[in-house]
């Protein structure tokens, strides 16, 4: 992320947190309880209880962070951030922000996808939606902007980021998501 991203962007090094890889080896129970308090928490202590923005990606099978279809974390109701040791996609064992913290502790959730693989995502997890005309996403000519409904109960954990706070839900999606959904 470093040599990739954040090298490359005006973000001081001091607001850059990853994992602590010294304890690796030890386990991902480990890393998930110290990033929760060495980076989950303080954030919320600075920023008055709520991050202000979570970007999130989607996979082809609805998973987002790490929140798998019909895994056990999908329940999780305590912890900020989650070890996972059974992932269904490599790495087997990795960390993830929980529901609690997207749902009840952020501002404002972003979701992105992009290809075709994620249409039919698209469409299991939104029910009705319209076009907003007149809307102006500025500088990206062709995108459009709609109000959308979420499927409730939906199959997917991408459409189980449900925010508090009204508005608090973006969704963006290329052209290829879009084209064979409810979008399209």
Same mark, same amino acid.
């Given at each position: ?25 030890? *386990? ?26 979570? /970007?999130?990606?989607?996979? #082809? ?11 056990? =974390? ?30 009840? =502790?952020?501002?404002? /959730? ?44 939906? #199959? ?24 064979? *959904?409810?979008?399209?």
């Amino acid at each position: 992320i470093q040599k990739n991203f954040t090298s490359h962007v005006p973000i001081p090094t001091k607001h850059v947190y990853g994992i602590k890889e010294s304890l690796i080896s030890e *386990s991902s129970l480990a890393i998930a309880q110290s990033y929760e308090d060495n980076v989950v928490k303080p954030l919320l202590e600075k920023s008055g209880g709520m991050l202000d923005c979570v /970007v999130l990606g989607f996979g #082809p099978d609805g998973h987002t962070c790490s929140l798998f279809p019909n895994h056990p =974390l999908l329940l999780e109701e305590n912890a900020f951030v989650a070890s996972i040791d059974d992932s269904p996609k490599p790495p087997p064992s990795r960390i993830t922000l929980t529901f609690p913290i997207l749902n009840k =502790l952020s501002r404002k /959730v972003i979701i992105c996808g992009a290809g075709s693989t994620k249409s039919a995502i698209l469409t299991e997890v939104f029910g009705e939606s319209s076009e907003l005309v007149g809307f102006a996403v500025s500088n990206v000519e062709g995108a459009k902007a709609y109000d959308a409904t979420l499927n409730d109960p939906t #199959p997917h954990p991408c459409g189980m980021v449900r925010p508090v706070r009204i508005g608090s839900l973006v969704w963006v999606v290329d052209v290829d998501a879009a084209k064979e *959904s409810i979008f399209g």
